[in-house]
């Protein structure tokens, strides 16, 4: 076969005689002899489908942040003077190519407005936040952007084998019986997977995508050049490898489920043998939207984002060291006091030794005070950080599955029986 081409992620194909396939050291694949010939007659989908071509798409700019590398797109009149990846400056490239026309894109379903009202009830009123934060400048500098993400169009061969069982128990006297039937399961076919999203999202904070992401890709919409020309996007160019290895874990899951549908008859379905391959993948990018808001304290540099479609909201507040170091003392203060009531409620008045019972019970006093006062700091600081737990993208993709084999063969019975409780 020669150095062949990888039709998941364009590495090389090599003959590995541990597994007795074709595989590829970049992505994982692998793939039969006859998968290997089926491929090589084109009747897989990993051709590229042709470009189309936009000349009013091309009318954008190319910019290129002088920091991170990110590649930011938008629109010739646009003014973006930093990179919201990284805050870094940019770096005019150019016209925009049209290889980097998106093919879908999610529209914004959060206004401006409701997401400085998100901004406004989770982070901007915090406490420990100086008062500059929820400024009216401040929230001015929230603005739209859209970040990419890869999705991948797969060709899916299935061969899977098993064993179902249709079990029933009754009781006859004082015994338990269970009747068990076994069936020979096979399922073999083929599927397509559209649109199927992997989790690489640009350069982009990973930690921050990950709090507000998680969106509806059954909403994906054709991409219109008008979209990207009222807000800045940014370009990733793929790791297909890093990519591929997403796309197939969800894929497999989603196959899994389908064929486990086709056996609901059966009490319990136990597989012998699961071969779900990824035979061939076709690669392209859509936009998704997310509010973002850069606030600079200092030498630190805070990011807010609000999911555009969700309204999920991440991101970290700054903290006033004066405002801080006021409820430290409020903390310390109040602990003390307390102490020191405490003490002479039970034992201070009318005892002997009174100088050196209440020291102690000041120096005690001092320590839980100091102890307070940490805690409450160390929560505070915490608090303006916040990470909410969301649930993680499973979306595969919309997907066509045709079965050509769905063999159920009776293969025995056999009956149990145990003394009934």
Known sequence: MGQSKC??????????????????????????????????????????????EDDEFCQGELYRCTVCGAEIMAESDLKIGWCFCCGGGLQKQGNLP???RPEGILPFEISREAAIEIFRDNLAGGRLSPSVFSS????????????PVWMADCNVDINVKGTGKIVK????????????????????????????????????????????GNYDFTKLQRFDPSDIFRYAAEYCPVNKSEAFKCVQEKVKADTVKTVGKSVTKYTEFIP?????????????????????????????????????????FAGESPVSPVKLLFWGLLAFVTVVLLALVLSVVTGFAGSSGQSGFLFR???????????????VCCAAVR????????????YAGDAETNFTT????????????????
């Open 7 to 52: 039709p998941n992620c364009d590495g090389t194909l090599k003959y590995r005689a541990d597994h007795r396939k074709f595989g590829c050291d970049s992505c994982g694949s692998f793939f039969t002899e006859e998968q290997v010939k089926k491929l090589f007659k084109g009747k897989g989908r990993s051709a590229a489908r042709p470009v189309m």
């Open 98 to 100: 049209a290889a980097y």
């Open 136 to 147: 009216d400048e401040t929230l001015s500098g929230i603005k739209g952007v859209y970040l």
């Open 169 to 212: 128990s009754w009781i006859y006297g004082n015994e338990l019986y269970t009747e068990t039937r076994d069936y020979s399961i096979e399922r073999i076919g083929e599927a397509e997977y559209f649109s199927v999203p992997s989790d690489a999202v640009g350069k982009m904070d990973p930690d921050l995508m990950a709090m507000a």
């Open 272 to 312: 012998d043998n699961e071969d779900i391959d990824i035979l061939g993948t076709y690669w392209n990018y859509s936009l998704v939207p997310l509010w973002l808001l850069t606030y600079t304290s200092g030498r630190k540099t805070y990011r807010f984002a609000v999911n555009g479609q969700t309204g999920k």
């Open 361 to 375: 019970s000041m120096g005690a006093g001092v320590l839980l005070g100091a102890v307070a006062a940490v805690a």
């Open 383 to 394: 608090s303006t950080r916040r990470t909410y737990e969301s649930v993680p993208d499973t």
């Open 406 to 421: 769905k063999l159920d063969r009776y293969v025995r019975q056999y009956t149990t029986k145990v003394k009934s409780k």
